[in-house]
């Protein structure tokens, strides 16, 4: 009865167990992540996203685990489409996702090669990289003429400038276990923004609004957590018949192991 009881406690604890690394992760530098929930069965979200991947960040990173073959089946992007849209550096389909850059121009360039991005999201997190995307400002001893307030003296440039436009760092807020975020959020100016702690002073509206690029954030970051794990998709639809044929399994074996300790009990 003790091994049971002990066994028990094992499977309701698992989950805990292993939430435990990922939030030590995203708490371990202080800084403070605005939270997202990614959604890897909304299709057009991941197919925005991809737009937006291969349109801005495929020039400089790759994702060298990927195949634009495999991209179109999971999102449900037709073979002309994909042609047209998304395949820019490559004339196979079933090539890999790879930087037209070589790696020595991005040194000279950059200082240092851009990584690729096929993993990024189980590295830095979902809600590190939508905060990340929204903190870029103007800065003028920067060599790119930008930085960003979550990483500092980043060697990459605001390449998606043309669609959140210019802000400036203004100030951090202040901590306070009185005030909420939303009342932060209340209190800042019609021109300003807070990504984080960080409060920006916006200079030029881009192509989209705030609140636009904000969702287009999310739909780049949702696409990154497919590329980290395309086989979620298919996984967790499995999972759950998984864990009904568990559940099956888990009565007819306690109603067996009833019949076998009958008549000791």
Not at 86 to 101: Q, S, V
Not at 196 to 217: H, L, R, S, W, Y
Not at 251 to 264: A, C, N, P, Q
């Amino acid at each position: 009865m003790k091994t049971n009881n002990l066994v028990l406690a094992l499977v309701v604890a698992l989950p805990f167990i292993v939430s435990v690394p990922n939030a030590i992760a995203a708490t371990a530098e202080g800084v403070v992540l605005d939270p997202i929930h990614v959604d890897s069965g909304d299709t057009p979200s991941l197919q925005r996203g991809a737009s937006l991947f291969v349109n801005y960040c495929l020039s400089c990173h790759g994702a060298a685990y990927m195949r634009y073959e495999r991209l179109a089946y999971d999102l449900d992007i037709p073979m002309e489409t994909l042609a047209e849209e998304y395949m820019f550096t490559t004339d196979k389909p079933g090539d890999l996702m790879k930087t037209a850059m070589s790696e020595d121009d991005a040194k000279a360039w950059f200082g240092v090669a851009p990584p690729d991005l096929t993993l990024v999201s189980r590295v830095r997190k979902n809600d590190w990289l939508y905060t990340y995307l929204r903190a870029f400002y103007l800065d003028e001893n920067s060599p790119s003429g930008w930085n960003n307030s979550l990483f500092e003296n980043v060697a990459m440039p605001h390449v998606l400038y043309e669609l959140q436009g210019a802000q400036t760092l203004v100030g951090h807020v202040e901590s306070s276990e009185d005030e909420s975020t939303e009342e932060h959020t209340a209190n800042i100016g019609a021109h300003q923004n807070i990504v984080g702690d960080a409060i920006f002073e916006i200079q030029k509206v881009g192509k989209n609004t705030p609140e636009e690029f904000d969702t287009a954030m999310y739909d780049l970051v949702n696409f990154l957590s497919y590329l980290a794990e395309p086989a979620q998709l298919q996984r967790r639809s499995i999972g759950i018949w998984v864990l009904a044929w568990l559940v099956i399994l888990f009565v007819v074996s306690y109603l067996l192991k009833k019949e076998y300790w009958r008549d000791v009990h």
